[in-house]
């Protein structure tokens, strides 16, 4: 195969993708649109409600985010030289997933009692970007674990999962935090 038919599959094989992570985010809001949502909270573990639950796990699912951003930009050598020390990269691989299992609880909660809310911007957008990280999520698993994939594949999804982490974070726990205070 030539560099350039190599090229094209690896950029095709991306499109697929990103098109079945659309696919994730699209159920997703599909769901949350037919869903009647129950108005009921699920757990509140040491909180006193669950919407304090939700806001501070969203916060140290952005913190750990954060430092899946620091900790790729190190080991594909682009803060000072070298790739990191080698316990580098188990440590990123646990803290994605760590923020991949505290986020779990807060998005079902999300869509179970919930639902996908239009009825304000503000929920609307966070509506909108907690299906879209979903989304961008499983294009990052994907992209990943493939090969041949252009060079600019991973960073781009992880930088969108990245941006839409924020989004989430900003028009949910920022919001309860400005409004509320810091509640437990």
Same mark, same amino acid.
């Given at each position: 195969m030539t560099v350039e038919a190599e090229r094209r599959s690896g950029t095709g094989r991306f499109a697929?993708?990103? &098109?079945?992570?659309?696919?994730?985010?699209?159920?997703?809001?599909?769901?949350?649109?037919?869903h009647d949502p129950t108005g009921r909270s699920l757990v509140t573990l040491f909180f006193t409600r669950t919407i304090t639950l939700k806001v501070w796990l969203a916060t140290a699912v952005v913190v750990l985010a954060a430092g899946q951003v620091?900790?790729?930009?190190?080991?594909?050598?682009k803060l000072g030289k070298g790739s990191g020390p080698p316990w580098l990269g188990i440590a990123h691989r646990t803290s994605g997933?760590?923020?991949?299992?505290? &986020?779990?609880?807060? &998005?079902?909660?999300?869509?179970w009692?919930?639902?996908?809310?239009?009825?304000?911007?503000r929920t609307l957008i966070h509506s909108l970007a907690g299906c879209f990280v979903f989304g961008a999520f499983a294009a990052k698993m994907l992209t990943v674990r493939s090969h041949?994939?252009?060079?600019? &594949?991973?960073p781009t999804i992880g930088g969108l999962l990245f941006t839409g982490l924020t989004v989430v974070w900003l028009t949910s726990a920022l919001w309860f935090f400005?409004?509320?205070g810091l509640d437990l």
């Open positions: 697929l993708i990103l &098109a079945l992570g659309a696919l994730v985010a699209l159920s997703l809001g599909v769901y949350g649109s037919v620091v900790g790729a930009l190190k080991l594909y050598g997933t760590l923020a991949f299992l505290l &986020a779990i609880p807060v &998005a079902y909660h999300c869509l009692a919930l639902g996908f809310n239009p009825s304000e911007p041949n994939l252009p060079r600019w &594949a991973l400005t409004t509320v």
